[in-house]
């Protein structure tokens, strides 16, 4: 009998818990198709989701002056993240020595030694491409390196649409790029890595252009890289404007001090408007400035930790 009893247990609690999956999944999926159809939620979010969780994060580039041609290695910038005491690294590829499995796993294991996640990496292929041949490279270029995120244990990409070739037209851009990401998404959805588009120089300096190839591209793997710098006047939207328009849809953002034309950035304002969005993620610090990076990005890095400090949940 007591067999017996705790068997039906057994059987009712199993039967709980599949209901309960099926609801978390299906709810899931709703919340995945409202996301990339870019829909508004129906009605107020859950109070967590509403709550910001910023991480300090630094990218490779901050220290591309001696990346570049040396002496730094990938290795070493790793090991002045943990310096920097940044949460993440943003694993910039132009930087590494190679694209072999040896190599990657060898940073893999060496961001475990030092506790140290990734919050992704990066390729600078140009989507914007007229030809379809050129097109299909493209693709298959973003689908190496979508290779070498899963080996890295990244689990997201950042992409890069591109500049119009002479003679195109914004709306031919906007379809050569839905074209290669619909697909490059379909191919790192099954490996879980998002591809987060940077609005970068090109085509993707316009929020509404990011947001209508996302809604285009109509895929839970498809997200805005945001880099809070790169906004062009647009419609009468300013840069603030864009950059909260694009928030919802954010992977990561990527942290200067200066507008692309100099002007300086309301750091404050900045993390006012991710905080009111309920953004969870890395602020990465991407250093560009005129001092030394070697005493430039701990100083900028240490104004992400303070406003992290002072807007987020954690």
Same mark, same amino acid.
């Given at each position: 009998m007591i067999h017996s009893i705790d068997r039906r247990r057994f059987m009712r609690q199993a039967a709980l818990t599949a209901a309960l999956t099926g609801a978390t999944a299906a709810t899931g999926a709703a919340g995945a198709l409202a996301n990339s159809s870019l829909a508004p939620p129906a009605g107020q979010p859950p109070a967590a989701d509403r709550q910001p969780r910023f991480f300090s994060g630094c990218c490779a580039y901050s220290f591309r002056k001696y990346l570049e041609h040396g002496p730094m290695t990938m290795e070493d910038f790793l090991r002045r993240a943990v310096a920097l005491d940044v949460n993440a690294v943003d694993m910039t590829g132009y930087y590494f020595k190679s694209m072999s499995s040896d190599y990657l796993t060898g940073l893999r294991h060496l961001a475990f030694k030092l506790a140290l996640p990734f919050s992704g990496t990066a390729c600078g292929v140009s989507m914007v491409q007229a030809d379809a041949a050129k097109r299909a490279e493209a693709?298959?270029?973003?689908?190496?390196?979508?290779?070498? !995120?899963? %080996?890295?244990?990244?689990?997201?990409?950042?992409?890069?649409? /591109?500049?119009?070739?002479?003679? =195109?037209?914004? #709306?031919?851009?906007v379809d050569w790029v839905v074209e290669i990401m619909k697909a490059a998404c379909d191919y790192s959805a099954p490996k879980g890595i998002t591809l987060g588009l940077e609005?970068?120089?090109?085509?993707?300096?316009?929020?509404?252009?990011?947001?209508?190839?996302?809604?285009?591209?109509?895929?839970?793997? !498809?997200? %805005?890289?945001?880099?809070?710098?790169?906004?062009?006047?647009? /419609?009468?939207?300013?840069?603030? =404007?864009?950059? #909260?328009?694009?928030?919802?849809?954010?992977?990561?953002?990527?942290?200067?001090?200066?507008?692309?034309?100099?002007?300086?950035?309301?750091?404050?304002?900045?993390?006012?408007?991710?905080?009111?969005?309920?953004?969870?993620?890395?602020?990465?610090?991407?250093?560009?400035?005129?001092?030394?990076?070697?005493?430039?990005?701990?100083?900028?890095?240490?104004?992400i930790r303070a406003l992290n400090t002072k807007y987020s949940s954690v």
């Open positions: 693709l298959s270029e973003i689908r190496k390196w979508i290779d070498a !995120a899963e %080996i890295l244990g990244a689990s997201h990409l950042r992409i890069f649409a /591109g500049k119009l070739p002479p003679g =195109a037209t914004e #709306a031919q851009g609005d970068h120089s090109g085509i993707a300096q316009r929020a509404r252009v990011c947001l209508e190839l996302l809604r285009r591209v109509d895929s839970p793997y !498809a997200a %805005i890289n945001l880099d809070i710098t790169h906004f062009l006047p647009d /419609g009468g939207q300013d840069a603030y =404007a864009q950059i #909260a328009s694009c928030v919802p849809y954010a992977t990561v953002a990527h942290v200067r001090e200066v507008f692309d034309d100099g002007t300086p950035i309301d750091l404050d304002r900045v993390w006012r408007i991710f905080r009111d969005a309920g953004f969870k993620g890395y602020m990465s610090a991407e250093y560009e400035g005129k001092e030394d990076p070697m005493t430039g990005v701990p100083k900028l890095v240490a104004k």
